[in-house]
């Protein structure tokens, strides 16, 4: 399977996570967000940044998860109600931390909080079988000009 991941270009010659805290993962714990699709690695990026941001160099990474690896999914509707909003991120990130630290499965499948009936992949870089995925090629991205017109 491939999943996308879209980064400012210095950041996309490999597989490393941030640690930085995000919807799925507190500070510390180091996870990398990837897309089921190319369009919403975009739309993850855009939700996040201004206008001057997307005129930053960008690039698109394509990245291959094995077959044979385990992957773990949460259901949406085994979410609480209102698991998108900011307030609540706290226990999403709570169920990133713990699915990290039980090291069960090296990629989860996680509900988008921007499209619904879409997902998001989050890879634990600390699994043993990460080594597995590859990181296929980075190529420039450019949002376009009309997202997030002022």
């Known amino acids: 399977m491939q999943v ?8 996309t010659d490999s597989l490393k996570a ?36 997307l005129n ?21 509707k ?8 900011f307030h609540q991120m706290p226990i999403t990130q709570k169920i990133g931390e713990d699915w990290i630290n039980e090291a069960k499965s ?3 499948k996680v509900p988008s909080a921007i499209i619904n009936a879409e997902y998001n992949y ?12 590859k990181l296929l090629k980075s190529e420039i991205f450019v949002f376009d000009k009309r997202i997030k017109m002022s």
């Open 78 to 85: 085994n979410l609480q109600e209102g698991w998108t909003e």
């Open 18 to 53: 941030s640690g930085r805290a995000a919807r799925w993962n507190p500070n510390d714990i180091d996870m990398i967000y990837t897309a089921g699709s190319r369009s919403l690695a975009c739309l993850e990026n855009v939700v996040h940044r201004n206008q001057i941001g």
């Open 56 to 76: 930053q160099s960008f690039k698109v990474m394509t990245i291959e998860i094995p077959d044979n690896l385990l992957i773990l999914t949460i259901q949406q």
């Open 4 to 11: 996308f991941r879209i980064g400012l270009a210095k950041y």
């Open 106 to 108: 090296t990629v989860l």
């Open 122 to 133: 989050l890879i634990n870089p600390k699994h043993p079988d990460f080594k597995s995925i």
